[in-house]
Structure formats: C-alpha cells, structure tokens
C-alpha cells in the first residue's frame, strides 16, 4: 500500500484480461488459479470478482491469501428503472454480504435496466436514454442501497458504462447531482469516458470528492474510430480490441495521476482492460501494465 502525500492507494486488478465474463469464449480455457497466480506474479495487491471464483468466501480468501491477494469489489447489476425496489435490494444485500466477508469496502452498481451493453447494437447510437421517471427511480433507488452498503461499513460506487443508461458526462452529472454523497460515490472508469468522448480530466475535476473506486483502462484510438465509423455493438468493439492497459494505448495517465495525489485520493486503482487473451497474453499485458503505473505515478 502506498502512503503519504496520495493518501492511501492499493493497486489491483480485474480477471477480464483473463476471462471475459461478457463474452465466455474470451479466456474461457483459463482457470482461477493460473488468472490469480499471475496477478500476484506481476505485483498487485487484489482484484475483484470475476465468474470463475469460488463463491464461498471461505474458499476464495485462503485461495487469494495463498498469494498476498485481496478483493476489492465486485459487479453488481442493478434494475431499479425496470424493478420493484424490493426485488433489487434482495439481489443487492446477498452481494453486499459476500463482499462484506471477503473484507472488501465498496460495492461497484451499474444500472442495467433497457442496457443494450451485451446486445449486437450500435452502442452509442442505441444506449438507452432515461425518463424523468427512470432517473427518480434510479437515483432514489441508489440512495436507499447506499444506505444498506452503510450497514456494514461499505460505500456504494456508481459505475458508468458504455450501452447503459448512464454513460456520458451529462448522465454522470445527473446521478451525481441527485443521489446523496454520504451514500453514493463514483466509480471513476477511463475507459468508458474515452469510449463514451468525454473530458477526462474535466469529470475527475468535477467528481473527485465522490470518486471511490477508480479503473484505469486505455483505449486503442485507430478500433476507436472504426467501432464509431462502423457503428459497432460494444462487445464487438471489445472482441476487434478496443480497450488495453494503461500505457498500450492513446491516454495519458499522468495528469490524472497527479490530480488523484493532489487530491490524496484513498482507495483502489484498479487495471481493468478487457482483451482477448488469445490476442493479448495477460500476464504480459499484467506487468507492462505495473511497470507503467510504477513509471508515471511512483506506485
């Protein structure tokens, strides 16, 4: 864990470079335990939650502390624009409580209702756009949620996504505007703010007393281009390689790393770069990854 002037930061990383839990035929020939061993063997400190972990808590930390790892998060799929509350926050505190056992502190939401994110559609000509309604649900729906995370010591963190509901930055605006800080942060993703053609530096700015939980993704501008030119469905553009890690593609990290530590940002920095591993070797990408991160923000 790095200390001091950046206040608190741990490095992890997402199993999707590994397997893709969107698309099983990305990386579905690698096992748990070769996707974890390689995490620990390129140097970081966790990760989140990917399909192929054990699902009993027991199981998953003597498995991670066999190799110094932790986990930090995990997906959780909202439908509170689609649902009766009810329904979701059942859904939602089983998560909440296998996180909480894992020792994790945050809990990453995406709203799914009328998402297209796994549909063969345009994603950005395509994404659903939410009622007034929709947004009064959702907001209000997240604040109530927050407040279960709240119960046992754990902060919710809205995660924008590519094909959803929430996804620019006028969405994140108005989720941010209408939710309750005590209760719903940010989970500031780069990838999908390039995908989505947003200002970087201009949402961080903006968020960055709510931002608790960061992933750091780069984004290949040359399939950028293509996936917009050819109107691509998001999954399509993961699968032609749209998105690596930090350092491979057309972003660069250090200004945002700067304003992290002026702001001592405590929290997780998470690579999460979904790729075909066929393609791109994770353990590879894994430590090119590290190596960047340790070169641009002395962690």
Not at 85 to 109: D, M, P
Not at 183 to 202: A, I, K, R
Request: include cysteine.
């Amino acid at each position: 864990m790095a200390k001091g002037k950046r206040g608190s930061v741990r490095l992890g990383i997402a199993p999707i470079g590994w397997t893709n839990d969107d698309l099983p035929e990305l990386g579905g020939e690698i096992p748990f335990e070769q996707c974890v061993s390689e995490m620990a063997l390129a140097g970081f400190e966790g990760s989140e939650v990917g399909n192929k972990y054990p699902k009993d808590p027991k199981i998953l930390k003597k498995a991670l502390a066999l190799r110094g790892l932790a986990i930090c998060n995990a997906w959780f799929s909202s439908f509170l624009t689609v649902k009766p509350y009810r329904e979701v926050e059942t859904a939602f505190v089983k998560h909440r409580n296998f996180l909480s056992a894992l020792g994790a502190g945050i809990i990453g939401v995406s709203e799914q209702g009328r998402s297209i994110q796994g549909q063969d559609r345009p994603v950005l000509d395509a994404r659903p756009v939410f009622t007034d309604g929709e947004w009064e649900k959702l907001c209000a729906g997240l604040d109530r949620l927050g407040k279960r995370a709240a119960e046992k010591g754990m902060k919710l963190v809205y995660h924008h996504h590519m094909g959803t509901g929430v996804q620019t930055a006028a969405d994140i605006e108005r989720l941010m505007t209408h939710t309750d800080p005590e209760y719903v942060g940010l989970l500031y993703d780069t990838g999908h703010l390039l995908f989505s053609g947003e200002d970087l530096s201009g949402v961080l700015d903006r968020w960055m007393a709510r931002v608790g939980h960061v992933h750091l993704k780069d984004m290949r501008a040359a399939v950028h281009r293509k996936a917009v030119k050819e109107k691509w469905s998001f999954l399509r553009a993961v699968k032609e390689g749209v998105f690596t890690v930090p350092g491979d593609g057309c972003l660069d990290f250090a200004p945002l790393f700067r304003a992290l530590e002026k702001a001592r940002y405590s929290g997780w920095w998470v690579v999460e770069a979904e790729q075909d591993p066929a393609k791109a070797n994770p353990l590879e990408y894994a430590l090119a990854a590290r190596n960047y991160i340790r070169e641009k923000a002395g962690l």
